[in-house]
């Protein structure tokens, strides 16, 4: 089963507005990532939050946890034709070594 | 460093084939795994190691092999290729291989094709 969840599983926005993806989970957390895919290319990790985090910042990314709902968010401000990509959220697997959990993906689509 | 690579990148077999997917690294990662991924389901573990010589199964392990021999490279058998494993295959890294984890490090991947 899925431990991560994301929503919408498609975005489409024009160059410039911001894109928001959510994801849910659904056990306890250490920590929840989130990665980027190019089209035919593999995953490039973004941003880690821990559980101990409510928001996180890198760049144009903004990522925000909330452990109560079980849910985190990945906000793209100002979003450019290039960050038309899939994102995915992931979440270790509890006391499995370093195994991660990810989401089905949202993708995104921004155009010129 | 060349981080992640695999080798081959496309590939087609005839079912009941056999082959191996090869993957390595240079980081000096303890982790290393690997998923299919497949549209609408995203990405699903197949088998990963936590160090040389120890590897685990995943979600999906029927119908894969692996092997740890060295801390460089994991490489993926199919011992009888199907054609639901027509895929794209991903091998990652990691230097976390406690709860508190790492990012994860992934190669560009191997398409898959079985007829």
């Known amino acids: 089963s899925q431990q991560g969840e994301e929503d919408p599983q498609a975005l489409s926005i024009q160059e410039g507005e911001n894109a928001t993806m959510n994801c849910s989970y659904k056990?306890?957390?250490?920590?929840l990532q989130w990665y980027r895919q190019n089209s035919g290319r593999g995953l490039v990790h973004l941003i880690l939050?821990?559980?101990?985090?409510r928001e996180k910042h890198s760049g144009r990314l903004r990522v925000t946890l909330d452990t109560s709902k079980k849910s985190s968010s990945l906000l793209i401000t100002a979003s450019r034709a290039a960050d038309t990509a899939s994102y995915f959220c992931a979440t270790p697997a509890y006391n499995q070594g370093g195994k991660l959990i990810f989401g089905q993906g949202t993708e995104l689509s921004v155009k010129p | 460093n060349a981080g992640v690579t695999q080798t081959p990148k496309f590939q087609v077999l005839k079912t009941g084939q056999s082959m191996t997917l090869q993957c390595a690294q240079d980081?000096?990662?303890?982790?290393m795994s690997w998923y299919r991924q497949d549209p609408g389901m995203g990405l699903r573990l197949i088998h990963y190691s936590v160090g040389a010589g120890i590897t685990d199964q995943g979600e999906v392990p029927n119908g894969y092999n692996v092997s740890r021999s060295t801390t460089e490279d994991f490489p993926l058998r199919l011992l009888s290729a199907a054609p639901s494993q027509t895929s794209v295959y991903f091998c990652?890294?990691?230097?976390?291989?406690?709860?508190?984890?790492?990012?994860?490090?992934f190669g560009p991947g191997t398409r898959l094709t079985v007829l």
């Open positions: 939050i821990r559980s101990n985090e």
């Open positions: 980081m000096n990662h303890e982790y």
């Open positions: 056990t306890s957390i250490n920590n």
């Open positions: 990652a890294s990691s230097s976390g291989t406690s709860y508190s984890y790492n990012e994860q490090f």
